[in-house]
């Protein structure tokens, strides 16, 4: 006999290949999976406004830009429909402005776009239990994470790593959580769902559902996606959490109880605005974004507020304004614990990375280290990260009793004092033990290529990139 979540699980798969089958169809125009998804955001949308009017409830859409009026028309004119209705509503306030911000029509051909709209009519939507609609957007991000023309990746977290942050983090139904860069919404969704069982009470859930969450993400389609990902399971339904907004812009208006976040990596870009002289409160300035979105949450967490951050390599050890900035963190603030990720589990190929967790208000004693780096081998493809794959971590966590000793030096779970960590040159906290063995040979032939294309790619772009400096220079 089929169990609950099987059947569920089954639903999710079928609706999500169905979907993603129009995907395919519209990549061969030219659409890419960005594009489409963003799209298919906005017509789902209306076709539920549509569904909850039939309801008796309000409709916040102006009749005339219903989903009714957009059905009736074919062609030329449904594109010219198609394409008011969406610079009416971007222009709306609420959940329909977040849900449309900035939006633009990317389906040029009326065949195409009455192909999706088709599509979506087929289903009734409200009728599916959250955990079902919910689900079948969320396999669709993924899938088009996983799509590496669309280069939307970067706004993607595994959720099994989320999912092992939020357990460890462990934020309760009465606090506030913020991800002040938060893509598709993934780290708000999975603490809703940690925080939702937590109580029975009305206004608690109420409060969960309309007060408890906040995003900001600077990335107009991507605070669509992560407001429809929400709304979908109920989170928001009056007005998105999401806000589209530079997080460092300002200083923070709100202090959390909790931030979880995987803020973007490298250089600030030209052109973008001058944080130094924006923020009067940060330690340090820089250009680099990993530091500045590190400072700006340790500014906005609340006295005896938690974080976990997922930040690169270069935050343990880079000089100057890194080095500032973790002082500060060791002395200011418990840095009680790194998590050491391998590479292979972001779309960013290569990126090493790790999860600092730290609290407000308390000095560092001593640090605890995770390994889940040396000799751990990850691909987007065939060796996806699992969530079994982080059971140990979060067990070590629990029970904080170091694995490692003088008898066992490949134990991953390691602490090291404040004293050991400050006497360090720069205060560096990169720190490794455990012998890593060539194992080289462990991989598969489609590991093995995938890894030298990869490789392969950095190379090429690199070149391209010293191509264009050579020229600037000769002119």
Known sequence: MQSNNESLTNKVQAHTKKIWNVANVLSSAGIGASDYITQLTYILFMKMDDERLELGYKSSIPQEYAW??????QGPDLLYQYEKTLEVLSNQDG??????TKAHNKISQPTYL?????LIDQESWLSMGYDL???????????TGQDKKSGTGAYFTPRPLINAMVKAINPLIEETVCDPACGTGGFLLSAFEHMKVQSVDKNKTKRLKTEALIGNDNVPFVVTLASMNLYLHDIG?????????????KVPERFPDVV???????????GASNIDSMRGDFYVGTRNNQLNFLQHIMLMLKQNGRAAVVLPDNVLFEAGAG???RKKLLNDFNLHTILRLPTGIF?????????????KGEKTEEIWYYDYRTDIKHTLKTNTLQPHHLDDFIKCYEDRKETYSKENTAGRWRKYTYNEIISRDKTNLDITWIKAEDKTDEYTLKQLMEMIKDKSNKISKAANELSKIIVGIKE
Not at 95 to 100: K, M, R, T, V
Not at 133 to 143: A, D, H, R, T, V
Not at 237 to 249: A, R, T, Y
């Open 68 to 73: 009714k009026e957009l059905k009736k028309l």
């Open 95 to 100: 959940l329909i402005g977040a849900i449309f």
């Open 114 to 118: 009455q192909k999706v709209i088709s």
């Open 133 to 143: 609609k919910g689900s079948i957007y969320e396999n669709i991000l993924e899938k």
């Open 237 to 249: 339904v009056d007005k998105s959490p999401i806000q589209c907004c530079d997080s460092l812009e």
């Open 260 to 270: 979880l976040a995987n803020p973007p990596f490298g250089a600030r870009p030209e």
């Open 323 to 325: 080095e500032v900035i």
């Open 347 to 359: 779309y960013a190929q290569g990126v090493k990375t790790n999860v600092l967790f730290f609290k």
